[in-house]
């Protein structure tokens, strides 16, 4: 049996769903909460034979009485990059993460966990997923939730420098900008793509924040889009090679624009582009990233070879299937 956290939320339940199809046990730790209509959370995971819903607040007495899964894939967190509520990121994502793994490593147990490209801050120091205590130092997170991810990692390198006891397997992954099918209860930490494709479905203009760096067209911010199947066969190709462990990019290592992004979504509908400019909201000026660009050479070398998806075609796909189908979800 497999346990996955945050099973029900976007990149958790395409990893379900993945391992599903492969015909695993695997049991949903989450809350499913009330949702708008047509957006719930249980949806993203109605289409698939799962050993059952596991409540988080029953999560370690599930841990001391059940048999032990072979791997815990921990994607639960608060994601919101704008929460200001410390305790709260605090418990979640830094203490649940450290706890699990601590109890891994007492009980050999595999743990895959998500970590986060937040934790680069403004990138003035590389997107490099290096692992030592010395390099993750430097980084300085934007936010509250990029703040919860390094931390975490920070901790995990502690404990490997010193010798301390880890899980057979453990590997964090640095998620850069997903998106893909089961983001429709996200809200506003949607991906851009959803948010640009209901937007161009009212007849509206997609809108896109303006630069306000010399230098830095508007539109022209850039980031690493990573399709959510790109992202899950990072984590079935780890579940299949148990002999690797670390901590690693998950990204496409391209840089492309919003526009290029958003361009993508209307040639997908085949529509001609109409675009605007709005100013950037008061609570993510100083804290947005202008660039991110995972390097992919530490998965690479570990013998990671699967090409990502082009984002035209990621973008195509996620519309197409999904978007304007008349269930959208997996």
Same mark, same amino acid.
């Given at each position: 049996? +497999?346990? =996955? &956290? /945050?099973?029900?939320?976007?990149?958790?339940?395409?990893?379900?769903?993945?391992?599903?199809?492969?015909?695993?046990?695997?049991?949903?730790?989450?809350?499913?909460?009330?949702?708008?209509?047509?957006?719930?959370?249980?949806? %993203?995971?109605?289409?698939?034979? *799962?050993?059952?819903?596991?409540?988080?607040?029953?999560?370690?007495?599930?841990?001391?009485?059940?048999?032990?899964?072979? $791997?815990?894939?921990?994607?639960?967190?608060?994601?919101? &990059?704008?929460?200001?509520?410390?305790?709260? =990121?605090?418990?979640?994502?830094? !203490?649940?993460?450290?706890?699990?793994?601590?109890?891994?490593?007492? %009980?050999?147990?595999?743990?895959?966990?998500? !970590?986060?490209? $937040?934790?680069?801050?403004?990138?003035?120091?590389?997107?490099?997923?290096?692992?030592?205590?010395?390099?993750?130092?430097?980084?300085?997170?934007?936010?509250? +939730? /990029?703040?919860?991810?390094?931390?975490?990692?920070?901790?995990? $390198?502690?404990?490997?420098?010193?010798?301390?006891?880890?899980?057979?397997?453990?590997?964090?992954?640095?998620?850069?900008? =997903?998106?893909?099918? %089961?983001?429709?209860?996200? /809200?506003?930490?949607?991906?851009?793509?959803?948010?640009?494709?209901?937007?161009?479905?009212?007849?509206?203009?997609? &809108?896109?924040?303006?630069?306000?760096?010399?230098?830095?067209?508007?539109?022209?911010?850039?980031?690493?889009? *990573?399709?959510?199947?790109?992202?899950?066969? *990072?984590?079935?190709?780890?579940?299949? %090679?148990?002999?690797?462990?670390?901590?690693?990019?998950?990204?496409?290592?391209?840089?492309?624009?919003?526009?290029?992004?958003?361009?993508?979504?209307? &040639?997908?509908?085949?529509? !001609?582009?109409?675009?605007?400019?709005?100013?950037?909201?008061?609570?993510?000026?100083?804290?947005?990233? +202008?660039?991110?660009?995972?390097?992919?050479?530490?998965?690479?070398? $570990?013998?990671?070879?699967?090409?990502?998806?082009?984002?035209?075609?990621? =973008?195509?796909?996620?519309?197409?299937?999904?978007?304007?189908?008349?269930?959208?979800?997996?």
């Amino acid at each position: 049996m +497999y346990l =996955v &956290t /945050g099973g029900a939320g976007f990149i958790g339940s395409n990893l379900v769903a993945a391992l599903c199809e492969r015909g695993a046990e695997v049991l949903v730790c989450d809350r499913l909460r009330a949702g708008d209509p047509g957006r719930e959370k249980w949806r %993203n995971i109605a289409h698939h034979n *799962i050993a059952g819903i596991l409540p988080p607040d029953q999560l370690w007495d599930w841990l001391a009485e059940q048999p032990k899964p072979e $791997a815990i894939f921990h994607l639960g967190a608060v994601s919101d &990059t704008t929460v200001r509520d410390g305790d709260a =990121v605090a418990e979640n994502n830094l !203490s649940l993460t450290l706890q699990l793994w601590s109890w891994c490593a007492r %009980n050999g147990v595999r743990l895959i966990y998500a !970590s986060s490209a $937040a934790t680069y801050g403004d990138g003035g120091h590389g997107f490099e997923d290096d692992a030592s205590p010395q390099f993750l130092s430097r980084l300085r997170p934007l936010n509250l +939730y /990029g703040w919860s991810k390094h931390a975490t990692d920070r901790r995990v $390198a502690d404990l490997l420098a010193r010798g301390s006891a880890a899980p057979p397997q453990w590997a964090g992954l640095k998620f850069f900008n =997903v998106y893909g099918p %089961n983001e429709h209860h996200k /809200g506003r930490m949607a991906s851009v793509v959803l948010h640009k494709f209901r937007q161009i479905m009212t007849g509206a203009p997609a &809108t896109l924040f303006r630069s306000d760096r010399e230098g830095i067209a508007d539109g022209e911010q850039l980031r690493d889009f *990573i399709h959510v199947d790109d992202c899950v066969g *990072i984590m079935l190709w780890l579940l299949d %090679n148990p002999q690797i462990s670390g901590l690693f990019n998950a990204g496409t290592g391209t840089a492309r624009s919003f526009l290029d992004l958003t361009n993508a979504i209307y &040639t997908a509908l085949g529509k !001609s582009p109409d675009i605007a400019f709005m100013e950037m909201p008061a609570d993510l000026q100083g804290k947005y990233q +202008y660039f991110t660009q995972a390097r992919m050479d530490r998965l690479r070398e $570990a013998g990671f070879a699967a090409n990502p998806t082009p984002l035209e075609d990621g =973008v195509r796909r996620y519309v197409q299937d999904f978007l304007m189908a008349e269930d959208p979800y997996r």
